[in-house]
């Protein structure tokens, strides 16, 4: 695969529980080329999050390897890490994470304000996000004026800001009702062919799976094919 943005190689992860230890990842392998969409199913408790955390660098494997954009992430220190992440990859959650005292405008700016940089090539860009995402209108209201989906929007711009290379979206759509999350998820795959940029989509739902271009299961914490 060329132009490979993301490698997972033989990621393991296990978890203590009392006196006993709990094997979540069972050597997981997979990648993901650019501008590529990946949709990522599994039973509850099968590791799906636990996979994105890993993947985002959120949380360390116990063994394996991680790469982005060709870079070993697995062998970089947290600092190196956090400095990395946010320009690579953006991510997009099922409870929003909107910060409720600043309006949607300002939510998108943060991802450009943790790498510090922010001025007016950064402004539009933010709006012209909202823009696409349908909330042009709507920048200067704050979350708790906006509906689930209008945050879901929001979100997506936000992860969309520093012109990542990958998406991380764990069960997008999760907290909104079905008509909405059909129309999330067509946005997120949109506004990701329109920037070129990767997508991995962990989400239960075999619809929503069914629209990325590869979908893979993950069973007994290893990746098998959908």
Same mark, same amino acid.
């Given at each position: 695969?060329?132009?490979? &943005?993301?490698?997972?190689?033989? %990621?393991? $992860?296990?978890?203590?529980?009392?006196?006993? +230890?709990?094997?979540?990842?069972?050597?997981?392998?997979?990648?993901?080329?650019?501008?590529?969409? &990946?949709? %990522?199913?599994?039973?509850?408790?099968?590791?799906?999050?636990? @996979?994105?955390? %890993?993947?985002?660098?959120?949380? #360390?494997?116990?063994?394996?390897?991680?790469?982005?954009?060709?870079?070993?992430?697995?062998?970089?220190?947290?600092?190196? /890490?956090?400095? #990395?992440?946010?320009?690579?990859?953006?991510? &997009?959650?099922?409870?929003?994470?909107?910060?409720? !005292?600043?309006?949607?405008?300002?939510?998108?700016?943060?991802?450009?304000?943790?790498?510090?940089?922010?001025?007016?090539?950064?402004?539009?860009?933010?709006?012209?996000? /909202?823009? #696409? &995402?349908?909330?042009?209108? *709507?920048?200067?209201?704050?979350?708790?004026?906006?509906?689930?989906?209008? *945050?879901?929007?929001?979100?997506?711009? #936000?992860?969309?800001?520093?012109?990542?290379?990958?998406?991380?979206?764990?069960?997008? +759509?999760?907290?909104?009702?079905?008509?909405?999350?059909? !129309?999330? %998820?067509?946005? @997120?795959?949109?506004?990701?062919?329109?920037?070129?940029?990767?997508?991995?989509?962990?989400?239960?739902?075999?619809?929503?799976? $069914?629209?990325?271009? *590869?979908?893979?299961?993950?069973?007994?914490?290893?990746?098998?094919?959908?």
């Amino acid at each position: 695969m060329s132009n490979v &943005v993301l490698k997972a190689a033989g %990621i393991r $992860k296990n978890y203590r529980s009392g006196d006993k +230890t709990l094997a979540v990842l069972h050597g997981v392998d997979f990648s993901v080329a650019a501008g590529e969409t &990946v949709s %990522i199913r599994g039973e509850s408790g099968s590791g799906k999050s636990t @996979l994105l955390n %890993i993947v985002a660098g959120l949380d #360390r494997p116990d063994a394996g390897e991680l790469f982005w954009a060709g870079e070993a992430a697995h062998q970089l220190s947290l600092s190196e /890490l956090t400095a #990395r992440r946010g320009k690579f990859l953006g991510m &997009v959650f099922q409870s929003y994470y909107l910060i409720p !005292e600043i309006d949607a405008l300002a939510n998108v700016l943060m991802s450009a304000r943790l790498i510090g940089k922010v001025g007016a090539a950064e402004k539009a860009r933010a709006l012209e996000l /909202l823009k #696409r &995402v349908g909330l042009g209108e *709507r920048s200067h209201h704050l979350p708790a004026h906006l509906s689930g989906g209008e *945050r879901q929007r929001v979100a997506v711009a #936000r992860a969309l800001m520093n012109r990542p290379k990958l998406i991380l979206a764990d069960e997008p +759509t999760g907290n909104l009702d079905e008509r909405t999350g059909d !129309e999330v %998820i067509e946005l @997120l795959l949109g506004v990701c062919a329109e920037q070129d940029t990767a997508l991995v989509l962990v989400t239960h739902n075999p619809a929503h799976a $069914k629209k990325t271009s *590869r979908q893979l299961v993950l069973k007994t914490g290893q990746m098998v094919h959908g």
